[in-house]
């Protein structure tokens, strides 16, 4: 009985987490691109990369679209 009751309780505490997951939802979803980001495997994308993070921090949180390209970061 002691197992089956620890077996309820994690699929209750995983269920809880998975509906608390989906339940955030951002206020706003921006693009990438319109911060000078370019998906096209030679640009390097660090700076452009850390002014979307440093805006959408001082605006409190939003969704950014990165579209499926190949961004270089990090040179």
């Known amino acids: 009985m002691k ?3 620890n077996s309820f309780f994690k ?3 995983i269920a ?3 509906i608390t997951l989906f ?8 693009d990438a691109l319109d911060f000078g ?5 030679k640009t390097s ?3 452009a990369f850390q002014s979307v993070v440093d805006t959408c921090t001082q605006a409190g949180g939003v ?5 499926g390209r190949i961004y270089i970061s990090g040179k």
């Open 11 to 13: 699929i209750v505490a």
């Open 3 to 5: 197992n089956s009751n």
């Open 63 to 67: 969704t950014v679209l990165i579209e």
């Open 45 to 47: 994308n660090t700076k």
């Open 23 to 30: 339940s955030f939802e951002a206020k706003e979803t921006w």
């Open 37 to 41: 980001t370019k998906g096209d495997n």
């Open 16 to 18: 809880f987490a998975i």
